[in-house]
């Protein structure tokens, strides 16, 4: 039994198998349509969520399965007291397969542990949101043709973000990607990613503030929200939210086949006026998700194709 605790968990071998499924399954979509028949996906959700959790869903009703879960810490016993490691065990008698979310780094893992079932990561606090990542890998893939040889902006709180410290611990395996990290001084990206995942790697990359200055090198720019619930005070958040604001003047400084992507949800630091631009992808981008989802389903419940 496998679960999906880090987008290293899978090798980019495997990356690209499941990117051919998820183009099958979006090809054809009816060759799947009861390949979950009679499997439940449980989506346990301590932390709010729209994209991930709804993904889920319809990524298992897609395959014909069913779903069950919460989508709240105050609407499942953990506002009683119940520890995770107690909740999956009861969890993995009622469905075959689980996406969970969780304000802690580390719940899903301390999960995965006491489960009989396939656990999978939908975000455990600062640290890592793999879907989100295969999300982003998907959404490459398809848009570019391939992922290598890419000048990546990263462009936002690169501190408390978790899509960013997953995707850069996953692109970091793709031949020539060279990183722009653009983010005010107290969002930079923590050490760790920075010394055990880019040096280590030998990755190129240079970190700046200013978008503009980024922006004409970009292949790649993705945006980020400021992670308003992980701050210690909400002034420090006031003061950050509206750093970056990518607008339509700026995207004039930006390549013809940049991509802008983004995992949303987005607060002000995408102006809507930027979402008629070709070169916005991040709803084709949440659209992915399901595709990426299903196959990810799929293969951890080890369907045989009929
Ligand atoms: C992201 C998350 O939850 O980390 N959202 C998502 O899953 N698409 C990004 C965010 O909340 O800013």
Redesign the pocket.
């Known amino acids: 039994m496998r679960h999906l605790m880090s987008p290293l968990d899978f090798t980019t071998e495997e990356l690209e198998q499941l990117m051919d499924l998820a183009d099958d399954m979006r090809l054809h979509p009816e060759q799947y349509a009861d390949a979950c028949h009679g499997k439940k996906l449980a989506t346990c959700f301590y932390e709010p969520?729209t994209?991930?959790r709804l993904s889920f869903e319809a990524a298992m009703l897609n395959l014909g399965g069913s779903v069950l879960g919460f989508s709240s810490a105050d609407s499942s016993s953990a506002a009683k007291g119940e520890s995770v490691s107690d909740t999956i065990r009861v969890i993995s008698s009622y469905a075959d397969i689980c996406a969970m979310r969780h304000p802690k780094e580390g719940a899903p893992l301390v999960a995965s542990s006491h489960s009989r079932i396939p656990v999978i990561n939908a975000?455990d606090g600062g640290h890592q949101?793999p879907t989100?990542t295969l999300t982003d890998l998907y959404t490459i893939r398809s848009l570019n043709g391939s992922i290598g040889n890419l000048t990546i902006g990263l462009c936002g709180d690169l501190k408390f973000?978790?899509?960013v410290h997953s995707l850069i611990n996953a692109l970091v395996r793709y031949p020539n990607i060279k990183f722009i990290l653009i983010s005010p001084e107290e969002l930079r990206i923590p050490e760790y990613i920075r010394e055990d995942v880019l040096d280590r790697n030998e990755i190129p990359y240079v970190e700046m503030e200013r978008l503009e200055d980024a922006m004409p090198q970009l292949d790649i720019l993705y945006m980020?929200?400021v992670?308003r619930e992980r701050f210690f005070n909400e002034e420090d958040y006031l003061r950050m939210k509206d750093f970056y604001i990518l607008n339509s003047e700026k995207m004039t400084l930006a390549k013809d086949n940049m991509m802008v992507l983004h995992?949303?949800?987005r607060v002000n630091e995408i102006s809507v006026e930027v979402d008629d631009d070709p070169r916005a992808a991040y709803f084709k981008q949440a659209q992915y998700g399901v595709y990426i989802r299903m196959a990810l389903i799929y293969t951890l419940l080890e369907v045989q194709p009929c």
């Open positions: 969520s994209r991930t975000g949101h989100q973000g978790r899509t980020t929200r992670q995992p949303l949800p």
